[in-house]
């Protein structure tokens, strides 16, 4: 067997693996690195060698950003402007909402800007009196057309940037892309607000994200609790919690008012079978619910152990206060970032590596949320994939597949292999990650560009547009997953106003494209 067919088997192999959704995506991607090393394809170094790169070092160091944002309240308080300014008018609502994801999108991903507002433009809409149905898929659509804004918009936009500097052509600069990102927000923000009302269902959410306004009233009648109680605030909060079995707090009594074992808590209430507890207390039981308050870092790590079961996890209520604790900090490591990567003063993976540090320096996060910030699932994504680039090329299959495709459109017309190149790239992209497509894709653009002795910097923007395309299917993108179950949709519902979406991003890509980056 020829290193050319191992190579195509892999792919083929991979591409049912993910299309399959049975086996994790990073167990594919590992798959695959082994898979090179193990069919002598590739050398240990080489088949390992994503996990040392740059671009997943880059990656890595973002998400780390990207949370400290998002956990801080940035997001929380973006999001509140829209519900204050707003107003109910559905044009209003859907250019506002589009235009702060796609800011958001730009600045910290498309999963993280659309996870933060998806409860927010619930709300937006219940108060609008808009279903909801109206306005998610418009969200998760215009987050795809943010993530074209700014190198930081998508892991796919640093990868093509340095896969154009492989290929001997200059990086995209860190504000480049949004030439091609602000024709397709402004174009898919007219496309959702003339045909959205049509194409879009109205229907009733099935689960709906919760209302923090809400959940803080709920929860002051629960506990007869007076207005002057702090239950969610900057410095601090409340959760409840249930005591489970064989918790190390049964046997303790407990009253409201009173601190926990710890000294760290205060009981704010405590409720036994839906019941509230009188003020002198009782000896704890399982099943008890007991409702603290303290700061949000005491709430974090007493919450996080075994002996009681959260029910509304400290961190996620922590991101639902506007401009929280450490927001300032994280606008600024954000701003200086910006202005490094804008500049070009030091090395893009440098200025995200400097950044995440100062995260951590600053106390916005300890190492230990850090960690956990990053997406490990993208990381080993991208890692695992990049050797299957580095096959492509060193064994020709790249070569020989450019070859077919230019065979195809006559090998005479870059617009054609763009055409081609952009089309594959959209189908992929419906069933398996962008990420993954691109990945799959960037060595045969590469080729397609040398082969026609044109530059590559069209190739790769266009591979850019068409792997944000992903439009047309809920498993496309987890953005568009996240909006599935509260916008009450169903598979069919996506097509409808995805395929227009996916034709504008076909045009930008093959006819205006060529015109900003010339062949």
């Known amino acids: 067997m020829t290193p050319v067919v191992t190579v195509l088997l892999i792919l083929v192999a991979a591409v049912i693996a993910f299309l399959s959704n049975r086996v994790p995506l990073g167990v594919v991607a590992l798959g695959v690195a082994v898979a090179l090393w193990g069919s002598g394809v590739l050398t240990l170094n080489q088949a390992l060698a994503g996990f040392g790169d740059p671009t997943v070092i880059f990656i890595a160091a973002l998400f780390v950003v990207s949370d400290a944002l998002d956990a801080t309240g940035v997001t929380a308080w973006a999001g509140q402007q829209v519900i204050n300014q707003g107003g109910g008018s559905r044009v209003r609502l859907l250019l506002m909402i589009g235009g702060l994801v796609a800011l958001l999108t730009a600045l910290i991903s498309v999963n993280g800007s659309v996870a933060a507002l998806v409860p927010v433009v619930v709300v937006v809409a219940i108060r609008a009196r808009i279903a909801p149905s109206q306005l998610l898929i418009p969200l998760a659509f215009s987050a795809h057309a943010g993530s074209l804004l700014l190198l930081t918009g998508t892991p796919v936009n640093i990868l093509v940037s340095d896969a154009a500097t492989d290929a001997g052509e200059r990086p995209f600069g860190y504000f480049e892309f949004a030439l091609a990102g602000l024709p397709l927000l402004a174009g898919g923000l007219l496309i959702i607000v003339l045909f959205g009302r049509r194409l879009l269902p109205h229907r009733a959410p099935s689960v709906l994200p919760p209302d923090v306004g809400g959940h803080v009233r709920t929860l002051r009648d629960q506990y007869a609790l007076g207005e002057d109680t702090e239950l969610l605030g900057v410095s601090r909060g409340a959760t409840e919690v249930v005591i489970p079995p064989r918790s190390a707090l049964i046997g303790v009594h407990l009253f409201p008012g009173m601190s926990t074992p710890s000294g760290d808590l205060v009981v704010l209430g405590l409720q036994r079978a839906g019941a509230p507890l009188t003020e002198t207390g009782a000896v704890l039981q ?24 959260v029910v509304d996890p400290p961190e996620s209520l922590r991101r639902s206060i506007p401009l929280g604790a450490g927001a300032k900090r994280s606008m600024t490591v954000l701003a200086v970032m910006v202005l490094m990567l804008a500049t070009g003063l030091l090395p893009p993976v440098i200025a995200a590596v400097l950044a995440a540090v100062a995260i951590v320096l600053t106390g916005v996060f300890t190492s230990a949320q850090a960690y956990r910030a990053i997406n490990w699932t993208t990381v080993v994504l991208v890692g695992g994939m990049i050797p299957l680039s580095t096959a492509f090329i060193s064994t020709g299959a790249a070569d020989m597949i450019a070859e077919q495709m230019l065979a195809l459109v006559g090998g005479t017309s870059p617009h054609l292999a763009l055409l081609v190149m952009c089309l594959l790239t959209m189908i992929l992209g419906q069933l398996i990650s962008n990420m993954a497509t691109v990945l799959i894709m960037l060595p045969i653009a590469t080729v397609l560009a040398s082969d026609l002795n044109v530059s590559v910097l069209p190739f790769m923007m266009a591979l850019t547009v068409a792997g944000a395309a992903a439009f047309l299917t809920p498993v496309a993108t987890p953005a568009n997953t996240m909006v599935l179950e509260p916008g009450g949709y169903v598979f069919s519902d996506y097509w409808k106003l ?19 980056w010339p062949f």
């Open 498 to 516: 995805g395929l227009p979406m996916l034709l504008l991003f076909l045009a930008v890509a093959v006819l205006y494209v060529p015109l900003i």
């Open 286 to 309: 399982a099943g008890d619910v007991l409702l603290l308050s303290g700061t949000w870092e005491h709430l974090q790590y007493h919450t996080s152990g075994s002996d009681v079961l």
